[in-house]
């Protein structure tokens, strides 16, 4: 299984349905929120802020200093994530302010989304995504921030 928790475990059943069901409406919540907002903009921020616009995948950060969507905010924002278990989603969540779903999310679009074949293409698709997130108040506050 890949860090961000996704799997391909879909068996046809009900149960696993609304499950899914749940798990997309819990993303879409935290998408929408004040955090999550909050979160993205800082993330396309981040993104558009790296001299190097590239990606890698698997992990937060290397030693040489490339890093994921989520290490580039990391590095953006001064959190120290060097002692950070990608796996333990919770932790995750909070050490970026936001709930466990969103940056589950954000390493699935980071890792396996589509389309990520370089990290140069891997970063223009996470901007895009993220960009695609946020509301329209939030889209004039970043047209503010840049100009």
């Known amino acids: 299984m890949s860090r961000h928790g996704y799997n391909e475990g879909y068996d046809g059943s009900d149960v696993y349905e609304l499950s899914f069901g749940r798990w997309r409406a819990q993303v879409a919540s935290a998408t929408r929120g004040k955090r999550g907002q909050a979160f993205l903009l800082a993330l396309v921020q981040a993104l558009d802020a790296m001299t190097e616009k590239s990606l890698i ?4 950060q290397t030693p040489e200093g490339a890093v994921c969507a989520l290490g580039a905010l990391a590095k953006y924002k ?38 990520g ?31």
Not at 57 to 60: A, D, E, N, V
Not at 83 to 98: E, I, K, M, Q, R
């Open 57 to 60: 995948k698997g992990r937060l």
């Open 117 to 147: 074949v370089t990290g140069e293409i891997r970063w223009q698709r996470v901007r895009d995504w993220a960009v695609r997130q946020l509301t329209a108040a939030t889209l004039l506050d970043l047209q503010e921030a840049t100009s």
């Open 78 to 115: 001064g959190i120290d994530v060097s002692d950070v278990d990608t796996d333990d989603h919770d932790s995750l969540g909070a050490t970026f302010n936001v709930a466990s779903q969103l940056a589950q999310e954000v390493m699935y679009e980071n890792d396996d989304g589509p389309g």
